[in-house]
Nanobody, 125 residues
Framework: QLRLVESGGGLVQSGGSLSLSCAAS????????????IGWFRQAPGKERELVSC????????KYADSVKGRFTISRDNAKKTVSLQMNSLSPEDTAVYYC??????????????WGRGTQVTVSS
């Protein structure tokens, strides 16, 4: 029902910035992108996957993990069918595979129904 493709990962030095992008496509034209909350998860080696940030379907509500508040900013452009994650002041602790994920109707609650394949973000010290 929802296809998600991440891009923008790479290698960056500590203190630097990186912007991730998620291209979101609704597979049926009888469904609407505005019906999906979309967020970013990350999973570091040896750690559980954790929610980093998410944004409601209309873009009016956002959530952030405490560890990224003030450094990361999530935004969405439903007309362009993209969700972005601007990451500033990066540290090695931010190194992980970042996944775009989507919820139908629900706002970032429970297990997302849709996932991208992930993009690697590596922050060097």
């Amino acid at each position: 029902q929802l296809r998600l493709v991440e891009s923008g990962g790479g290698l960056v030095q500590s203190g630097g910035s990186l912007s991730l992008s998620c291209a979101a496509s609704v597979l049926s034209f009888k469904s609407y992108l505005e019906s999906y909350a979309i967020g970013w998860f990350r999973q570091a080696p040896g750690k559980e996957r954790e929610l980093v940030s998410c944004v409601a379907g209309s873009g009016g509500h956002t959530k952030y993990a405490d560890s990224v508040k003030g450094r990361f900013t999530i935004s969405r452009d439903n007309a362009k069918k993209t969700v972005s994650l601007q990451m500033n002041s990066l540290s090695p602790e931010d190194t992980a595979v970042y996944y775009c994920a989507g919820w139908l109707v629900d706002y970032c609650s429970g297990i997302p129904g849709y996932w991208g394949r992930g993009t690697q973000v590596t922050v060097s010290s």
